[in-house]
């Protein structure tokens, strides 16, 4: 694939979803001070936003000092609040009343080692990104199952989705180990 057709490809997945993604920031109650941020991205037209555990974990945590919001593409602050969690696997849902976007489709068909993909979010300071990788499999050593997907995600992008061409879901960035230090 030439260059220029792959930036035209993350170009176009990028448009095409930017109204469905969003920055999720955990914030102290009162003064609003940023602790962490994370991605997360529409799955249901009445406003369900998945994101990751870790991104949202201090609120669940310690409600009584931090609250979250998401930030849209176009700047919109909106109040979510964690509607389910699953730490084992480090998902959350959030519920973003007044979102009613078209949501993302899930990937129905399994992935080939070598398929590229796209993952969106917005690591600290930098806006939204899209960047492009390479799904290489599931982890051997993962109990839920979890995709090793290579591509240059950064801290912040946690909680976005990973997509194929066409716009449809197949994971959920982590950019972070659970391994070990690194």
Known sequence: MAVNETSENASRVFEEAKSRIYQIRTLTQGSDVENSTGSGFLVSQDGLIATNWHVVSSVVLDPGRYHIEAVSTDGRHIPVSVVAIDSMSDLALLKA??????PFALRRLPLAKG????????PRGIGFTVVEGTYNGVEEKSLTGHYHFTAPINAGMSGGPALVSSGEVFGINVARRNDGDS
Do not use: H, M, P, Q
């Open 97 to 102: 009343t007044g979102e009613t976007a078209r």
């Open 115 to 122: 398929d590229k993909g796209f993952s969106l979010g917005n």
